[in-house]
């Protein structure tokens, strides 16, 4: 996490600095972009964006795919569980909804979006299995992996700087704040961390996207 912190404040600085010495290119028409600090966790993202009429505002729809394969004894180290050592395997689905607009064109915008994400999590504890004999029901308690499904609903509000750096290439960091609801009925607590899938409440944004242009 912290490491993601630094990482995310040193590129966001860095964007500051070459924008407020660069010579404003011609904004572009489309921006078509991904998120790498999120493969961290898992998540597989791409995102297009369009400026409307007035170039200062701009719309977007972005995709989200969520992978960590299970592994032979091994878990995943993420921002998403408070038991680190626990979460063995991810899958999912996301999109999203964007907004932006730019106060000062090519320089500095604040930015919303609306997220929905589907996850199933394996994670390793003890639960009850169903098995029948003899017309009858028993249960088994073992240690095993077991699967938690979770659909959280998510808001963004942000401010950031992104420009064209070198000819077709974008660059853009990002802070804020968003709001977070686990729509689903399970509550495990080792989801509960502030970036946890079952988690509910505010937390802080804050990435990078990097990502092509096209359309001038």
Do not use: C
């Amino acid at each position: 996490m912290n490491k993601l912190l630094i990482i995310t404040v040193s590129l966001f600085l860095a964007g500051i600095g070459i924008k407020m010495h660069a010579t404003e290119p011609q904004f572009p028409r489309y921006i078509l972009s991904t998120k790498p600090l999120l493969l961290f966790d898992g998540e597989y993202k791409l995102s297009i964006e369009r400026a409307l009429n007035n170039p200062q505002h701009w719309v977007g729809i972005g995709l989200s795919a969520f992978y960590l394969p299970e592994r032979d004894n091994k878990t995943w180290d993420t921002r998403n569980t408070i038991n680190h050592d626990n979460l063995r395997s991810l899958k999912g689905f996301g999109a999203d909804l964007t907004y932006k607009y730019y106060v000062v064109r090519n320089i500095i915008y604040v930015g919303a979006d609306l997220f929905y994400g589907h996850y199933k999590t394996g994670r390793k504890s003890y639960s009850f299995t169903e098995y029948k004999e003899d017309g009858l029901v028993f249960y088994n308690y073992n240690y095993g992996i077991v699967n938690d499904k979770f659909n959280k609903l998510a808001g963004n509000l942000y401010f950031g700087v992104g420009t064209p750096i070198a000819n077709r290439i974008f660059v853009e960091t990002y802070i804020g704040v968003g709001r977070s609801g686990n729509l689903s009925s399970n509550n495990n607590s080792l989801f509960d961390s502030i970036f946890g899938f079952g988690y509910n409440g505010f937390y802080p944004v804050m990435g990078a996207r990097i990502g092509v242009t096209f359309g001038r």
